[in-house]
């Protein structure tokens, strides 16, 4: 299993200001990901933090708004940039552990950042 | 995108099985079906994945059809703890991609 843990875990913030989170787990990790939830909504995957270089974008999500920081195997920074209202959700970081008596890696998450933007 | 529909809302009595379905008609050969399931404002919990063989473990059994174009999720004896979002997700290279889930209430 992993622990992970996220600061801040709430936030109220300014528009047009910038807020990074940041997402530290007990163990080392391959795998971290970076996922938004709007306010009554699903999931939605934002990008996977990879160490070492460019972190990998899914679609409707740029590095310019989204700026991410994987500087090692336990540690990834998420930047909401020149926020609006609508980014306004909670953030969550996650990350994958490999279970060495199968061929799966299970995912965990973090307890999310509630972001407010006024 | 969500490669899944499950339905938006299913009750259950506390201990009776829950049986939660998913279709995943689109569903590739190298992809697995995973559950995971959300506690009101917390983060998203595992409980099970299989590829094409039923799988059990100490939280719940997973059933998936023959064509794998879809899966139950059964949690043989519901608590009131069991209340949560239920997403149902096909995925590999560990990108998880949510669809709407299934709110799931368990009543006493």
């Known amino acids: 299993s992993a622990v992970i843990s996220q600061k801040p875990s709430r936030d109220i913030c300014q528009r047009g200001t910038s807020l990074t989170i940041q997402c530290q787990v007990d163990?080392?990790?391959?795998?971290m990901f970076w996922y938004r939830q709007q306010p009554g909504q699903s999931l939605t995957l934002i990008a996977t933090a990879n160490q070492g270089s460019e972190a990998t974008y899914e679609s409707g999500f740029v590095i310019d708004k989204f700026p991410i920081s994987r500087p090692n195997l336990t540690f990834s920074t998420l930047t909401v940039s020149n926020m609006s209202p609508e980014d306004s959700s909670i953030y969550l970081c996650?990350?994958?552990?490999?279970?060495?008596?199968?061929?799966?890696?299970?995912?965990?998450f973090g307890p999310g950042t509630r972001l407010t933007v006024l | 995108d969500a490669k899944t529909t499950q339905p938006p809302s299913m009750d259950c009595a506390e201990g009776r099985a829950a049986n939660l379905p998913c279709n995943h008609s689109?569903?590739?050969?190298?992809?697995?079906v995973y559950w995971y399931r959300q506690i009101h404002s917390q983060g998203p919990q595992y409980i099970i994945h299989?590829?094409?063989n039923n799988e059990t473990n100490e939280m719940a059994s997973l059933i998936i059809t023959e064509d794998r174009k879809s899966s139950t999720l059964i949690l043989p004896h519901a608590t009131l703890r069991d209340t949560a979002v239920y997403y149902c997700i096909v995925s590999t290279l560990g990108r998880l991609y949510f669809g709407r889930g299934t709110q799931l209430t368990v009543w006493p």
């Open positions: 299989g590829l094409k």
């Open positions: 689109t569903i590739s050969g190298n992809e697995y």
């Open positions: 163990s080392q990790v391959t795998m």
């Open positions: 996650s990350v994958e552990v490999s279970d060495r008596r199968s061929s799966y890696n299970e995912q965990f």
